[in-house]
């Protein structure tokens, strides 16, 4: 296996984005010891948001996964980005929090976090494994359906 990124998403069918940059006080990505954290991506297509609506009202739930899935790779991104496009040094995602705009009565957040989870184990392997935290919210930035993080564990 290719220690870069970008490479093992093309062998998906997919390229990486070019990562986002922050719109308000934020940055992108900070290390820490071992830890790299990610800040929340949402999905973007031509850079632009994507995927506007909420799940159970406007976004079918397969819509509510592909928007997962590109925010996943939008993250994966920022990965590319923070590494250097060298994944030689990722350890593995440690934990991805997944933030779906839900309707109050939806309730299968699990099923569309897997777009993102699924997208991560495929261009990762065993190092794409994470726990998860998928949450219903009431509105996301831009109208957007989902907004994941994450934190991943670094080499030393």
Not at 72 to 92: H, K, P, T, Y
Not at 106 to 119: D, P
């Amino acid at each position: 296996m290719t220690d870069s990124l970008a490479h093992r998403v093309q062998q998906l069918g997919l390229s990486l984005p070019t990562p986002s940059q922050p719109i308000a006080n934020y940055v992108n990505h900070v290390a820490s010891q071992n830890q790299l954290f990610i800040s929340g991506q949402i999905p973007l297509q031509d850079g632009k948001p994507a995927f506007i609506g909420r799940l159970g009202e406007t976004i079918s739930d397969e819509e509510g996964a592909n928007a997962a899935e590109l925010a996943a790779l939008g993250l994966l991104a920022q990965l590319s980005d923070a590494l250097n496009d060298d994944l030689s040094r990722l350890v593995r995602i440690i934990r991805l929090g997944v933030f779906i705009a839900s309707a109050p009565d939806f309730q299968r957040q699990g099923a569309v976090a897997n777009g993102a989870s699924n997208l991560l184990v495929n261009a990762l392997g065993e190092k794409g494994r994470h726990v998860r935290t998928a949450v219903g919210v009431s509105s996301l930035p831009g109208g957007v359906a989902v907004e994941i993080d994450a934190i991943f564990e670094l080499r030393p």
